[in-house]
């Protein structure tokens, strides 16, 4: 019987209008325009306004977006995971909701939560679910609402994050493009380096935390900034050196955009110039769950089918991790 593997047959993106520039946080918090460049690779990032507005909203849009170029037909979804670190409520799934407002009734669906990671583990599960054989279309999307939880008085934060969603269909293929391999990771050590204190189990919401602000992004960012280069590096070799991959052999690496100077370092770890690292950082700043998936969609032009993908990923948890997957389409 021929393997199945789960390929990649379409993405779609949203990104909300308001442009948060460099030149606006200087007015806001004690920064440059150059210390942000140079520090991060970020010009601007977007933030989802209104009032109502979660993450919910964005992953529909980039669904319908995906939609709106693939003309996959909602009802034949099997599955819908919504890869967030923000999700719209504590108990209700994100996914439910985006689900059925994108009509996809015939699908179950539910929430992944992994931090930064939460796409690459989303990839991994998505591809499982395809390979069984019992699904059909799985559709993976990333949507965080990052400026829900970042506190826009403190510069060690505010300045990287931003907003924004990607979504992209999986399908099972049976002439070996999609996912090859992959190597995740976690270690709790790291919980204490990147978090959001309160609301949830361990310190739930009350008049304190808020006046604590304990309901906000705290990192400690050089600490992450070492274990991210040193880890995103780790997986990648293993997947190269598993999968008889040299740096001639890969087309493209797609990184989490959390700092140009992490995707630098991870790319020269593993030899790769800068042409095959695909690189948004600068437009969007680091949207969480949406960065690989908006990567896909900014170069699916340049995709070519067969092309060998790298992707990596590094965040709170600490989580991170490799996939490496083979391009299924030409545009
Ligand atoms: O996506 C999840 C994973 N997250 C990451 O991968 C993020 C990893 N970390 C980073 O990207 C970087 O550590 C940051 C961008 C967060 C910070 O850059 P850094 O080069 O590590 O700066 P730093 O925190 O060591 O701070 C260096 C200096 C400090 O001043 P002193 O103590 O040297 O006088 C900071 O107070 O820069 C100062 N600083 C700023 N200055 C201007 C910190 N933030 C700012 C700012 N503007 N926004």
Redesign the pocket.
């Known amino acids: 019987m021929t393997k199945i593997t789960a390929a990649i047959t379409a993405v779609g993106k949203y990104l909300p209008d308001y442009v948060l520039s460099n030149a606006i946080l200087e007015s806001m ?4 325009d150059e ?2 460049l140079t ?2 690779g970020i010009k601007e990032r977007r933030i989802l306004k209104g009032e109502g507005k979660g993450s919910s909203f964005m992953a529909i849009e980039a669904a319908k977006d995906l939609f709106a170029k693939s003309k996959v037909n909602p009802l034949e979804i099997d599955l819908v995971i919504v890869a967030t670190a923000t999700p719209d409520m504590q108990a209700a799934s994100t996914a439910a909701l985006t689900a059925t407002e994108i009509g996809a009734t015939n699908a179950f669906s539910f929430d992944l939560i992994s931090a ?1 990671s939460s796409f690459l583990y989303g990839m991994s599960t998505a591809a499982k679910f395809i390979e069984s054989g019992r699904y059909q279309k799985v559709l993976l999307i990333g949507s965080d609402k990052n400026s829900s939880m970042i506190d826009y008085t403190d ?2 934060t505010c ?2 994050f931003g907003d924004g969603a990607g979504a992209v269909l999986f399908e099972p293929n049976k002439e070996g493009y999609g996912i090859q391999d992959e190597e995740l990771k976690t270690d709790g050590i790291g919980r204490e380096f ?1 978090q959001v204190p309160a609301g949830g189990s361990i310190l739930p919401p009350s008049l304190e935390t808020v006046q604590n602000k304990k309901h906000f992004v705290f ?1 400690d ?2 600490t ?2 070492k274990y ?1 280069v040193s880890k995103m590096a780790e997986v990648s070799d293993i997947i190269l050196e598993r999968n008889h991959l040299d740096k001639d052999k890969i087309n493209w690496l797609a990184a ?1 955009q ?2 140009k100077r ?1 995707i630098d370092a991870t790319a020269s770890r593993i030899g790769l110039p800068v042409e095959k690292v695909m690189m948004n950082i600068e437009m969007y700043g ?1 949207t ?1 769950s949406a960065t690989l998936p908006l990567l896909l969609v900014d170069y699916e032009k340049q995709l070519k089918k067969g092309d060998k993908i790298i992707f990596a990923a ?3 948890g600490f989580s991170w991790g490799a996939i490496y997957l083979t391009w299924a389409y030409n545009s």
């Open positions: 918090v004690d920064t440059t210390w942000i520090r991060t930064c510069r060690a300045i990287i990147l990192q960012g050089k992450v900034f991210a989490h959390a700092n992490i680091n969480t590094f965040g709170g």
